[in-house]
């Protein structure tokens, strides 16, 4: 099965100096399938034309593909109406939505948000922003010694006055698989909405919305193996209904006189001016390519990867590994004692294995854990075994080279 899918990735056959790609950086992008890239140029080759604007027929069948794909998102996260989908920019972009549209509608001055020491920074920078705006309190719960959030910790933080709670479902640079069902649960018991960053987790398993009963959810078409500049953010139709629009434009109205402006039903009140309408289209060949394969052999695969290059890098002298989470996705980080990062990265780049080092737009996490910067191996499903044994090499010569 791996060949098959590895074939539908020509960029797979990219050299790098030199040497054919190891592409070991899924969590910062994945790879797009042919399908997907097929997909964009079908629509700009022939189909090219505006959505929910002209009647002629090119636009007609723009919009019809368009909305057939919040169809195929709504059952992909098994939401309950298509009108709970709304197409942003991004993860950050669904989160500055929140941050402000949610904040607005639902909270005054001292009132307080909860998220984690181990979120990206898109999902702690919009809140922090709205919080100096309106004067909202921003708590953290602790990550634990095994990189695990400190879930009695979360609870000595809900105060009458906590209204939202703001986590990531993996961590970008731990891995860490947060038990996001049991938090949404425990919220909703204490009339707190939950805002689910789900960026590092549709790629690599199933999210089921109603399953979680989270509030609101937010992802990213480009880590998904879509195409970047579309984003996802999902919410319950109840809440969405009550939230003002975040932009301004376009698409979004009902009717505007200047003394007065109504605005669009949900989902298009959130949708201001021409959305990405061809990222849109390509995005529903991601998720088709990922239903095929199924989320059982995506994880299996992946898991399994991560393992064989956890006990190869534990066996490489000086080399130390970030977290040890009970639930843990295809996400490694770590360094080489006495070794910076980056140099790290470098030399295995030189090998041709792409990985990335840096604070991972998680400075907090990095101040936890007592390091400016880590190396982050990511997996996705076109990695193979020969892959890691690259990057073992890689990481083995880095040490040799370095020390
Ligand atoms: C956990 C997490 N949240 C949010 C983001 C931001 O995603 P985007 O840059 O696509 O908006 C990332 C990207 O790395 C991420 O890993």
């Known amino acids: 099965m791996i060949e098959k899918i590895r074939s539908e990735f020509p960029i797979l056959g990219t050299k790098v100096h030199g040497k054919s790609l190891v592409y070991l950086d899924s969590a910062a992008t994945s790879l797009k399938p042919q399908s997907v890239v097929e997909r964009l140029s079908q ?24 909305e057939r794909v919040r169809a195929l998102t709504c ?42 020491e181990m979120e990206h920074h898109s999902n702690i920078v919009p809140w922090y922003m709205a919080a100096k705006k309106m004067g909202l309190v921003l708590k953290m719960i602790s990550v634990d010694e095994s990189g695990e959030l400190d879930l009695d910790h979360l609870e000595s933080l809900i105060t009458k006055k906590t209204k939202i709670i703001s986590l990531t479902y993996i961590s970008n640079v731990l891995g860490t698989i947060n038990p ?30 109603r399953e979680l009963d989270c509030d609101f959810l937010a992802f990213s078409a480009h880590k998904m193996m879509g195409p970047f500049g579309v984003g996802v953010l999902y919410g319950k139709s109840g809440l969405l209904e009550k939230m003002p629009p975040f932009h301004g434009g376009g698409g979004m ?36 390519f990922l239903e095929a394969i199924g989320f059982e052999n995506i994880s299996k695969l992946e898991l399994d990867l991560r393992s064989y290059m956890d006990s190869k890098l534990r066996e490489i002298k000086g080399v130390k590994i970030y977290g040890k989470p009970k639930e843990k996705a295809a996400i490694i980080s770590f360094n080489i004692e006495g070794v910076h990062a980056s140099d790290v990265a470098s030399v295995v780049d030189q090998m041709g294995v792409a990985v990335r080092a840096g604070h991972h737009c998680a400075q907090i996490l990095m101040r936890k854990l007592a390091v400016h910067a880590v190396v982050r191996a990511s997996f996705g499903i076109y990695n193979n075994k020969s892959d890691v044994d690259r990057m073992i090499v890689a990481v083995e010569k880095a040490r040799e080279l370095l020390l």
């Open 75 to 116: 059952k992909f996260i098994n939401a309950s109406s298509s009108s709970e989908i709304i197409f942003t920019s991004g993860t950050t972009d669904s989160v500055n939505l929140l941050a402000n549209s949610l904040t607005s509608s639902f909270l005054k001055s001292g009132d307080e948000i909860i998220l984690s």
């Open 180 to 209: 996001i069902q049991k938090i949404c649960k425990l919220a909703k018991n204490k009339n707190i909405l939950t805002v689910i960053d789900a960026a590092q987790a549709m790629a690599f398993m199933r999210v089921d919305v």
């Open 43 to 66: 629509f700009y080759n022939f189909e090219n034309a505006n959505v929910h604007r002209a009647a002629h027929e090119l636009s007609a069948t723009a919009t019809e593909n368009f």
């Open 253 to 288: 109205i009902d009717e505007v006189k200047i003394e007065n402006i109504t605005f669009a039903d949900v989902p298009f009140r959130f949708e201001a001016g021409t959305p990405n309408i061809s990222g849109v289209i390509a995005f529903g060949k991601a998720i088709e």
